[in-house]
């Protein structure tokens, strides 16, 4: 209830703030879930991997492909299917341009995470100069401060609720962003990795 109140205090500035801090929440939720680098990059799948194509079983190696569906897996089987000419420079070539289509699909949400870090900060600012103007507002009535302290109070907490409600949606965006961004790096070197192995002890590539 006192959550309420306070935020009914912070005027429309504070809704538009509540909406983003639940974007952003979401978003956060999303991505702590999908960015596990076990569950993307299983180790276990890598090894069978370079096991079954360093024997030429490129049939058990597409039949795991389908079977256990994760980031690695997928990037593989898109690029056995587009190799074209079975050499290493080709299978290389169709794991990157697989990988990096995949990665977009991984880093759907992060703009809008660092926009929303960036811009409640300023959103808060704008609550601030709000409240500020209709504290000049009843002080330029010719009324006296005694005579309208519900107006005054009201600006004041408009102007000091948008800074704080600002700050406090803002502050985890950045965190959790920069979070995100380090996993998702570590995730990008883990599958460059994992494509060099298996086109190394690919048999049959040139």
Known sequence: METLTLLQKSGIVGY??????????????????????S???PREDLRLLVDFL????????????KKRRNLLTSIV????????TPTKENFLHAFEVTARRKFLELERG??????????SPLLGLVGT???????????????????????????IAEALLTTVFGLFVAIPAVVMYNLFQKKL??????????????????KGLS
């Open 129 to 155: 100069v709000l409240g500020m103007i209709k504290i000049f507002g009843v002080l330029t009535t010719g009324a006296s401060v005694i005579g309208n302290p519900q107006q005054l109070s009201g600006g």
């Open 54 to 65: 360093s024997e030429g079983n490129v049939g058990n190696a597409i039949e795991l492909c």
């Open 110 to 119: 992060m703009a809008l995470l660092a926009t929303i870090a960036a811009v």
């Open 39 to 41: 569950r993307l990059v």
């Open 185 to 202: 790096d570590k995730i990008a070197a883990e599958i460059e990795a994992a494509g060099i192995l298996i086109a190394n002890n690919f």
């Open 77 to 84: 089987l898109d690029a056995l299917k587009n190799v074209g």
């Open 16 to 37: 538009i703030l509540l909406l983003l801090s639940i974007i952003s929440l979401t978003i956060i939720i999303e991505k702590a879930i999908t960015l596990r680098l």
